[in-house]
Nanobody, 124 residues
């Protein structure tokens, strides 16, 4: 059984920063590729960022490149999403996901486990 629990969401003004965390329990954390997705009301769930097992490879959606940074601490079984220069369009529920895939997929269907999500609201 793999459980993912996100934290760190909240309300922030445009231009501000937040750091999301995703704590994982269950099987060996380092064997999973991790990703962050987000879903705004009435919109499809979209890929935000992903990170390889080792943390050496990271991938980002074009909309967040240069503003968001994904990282992981395998000793703590935790993956992070540092979000800077936040914009109102970043408002969404942010979800953490894990996959046994050897690549870092960007499609939601390639991820095996999901957290419940944490709300991020950016005011203008």
């Amino acid at each position: 059984q793999v459980q993912l629990v996100e934290s760190g969401g909240g309300l922030v003004q445009a231009g501000g920063s937040l750091r999301l965390s995703c704590a994982r329990s269950g099987r060996t954390f380092s064997s999973f590729v991790m990703g962050w997705f987000r879903q705004a009301p009435g919109k499809e769930r979209e890929f935000v960022a992903g990170i390889s097992w080792s943390g050496d490879n990271t991938y980002y959606a074009d909309s967040v490149k240069g503003r968001f940074t994904i990282s992981r601490d395998n000793a703590k079984n935790t993956v992070y999403l540092q979000m800077n220069s936040l914009k109102p369009v970043d408002t969404a529920v942010y979800l953490c996901a894990a996959t046994r895939d050897t690549r870092v997929p960007t499609r939601r269907y390639d991820y095996d486990y999901w957290g419940q999500g944490t709300q991020v609201t950016v005011s203008s």
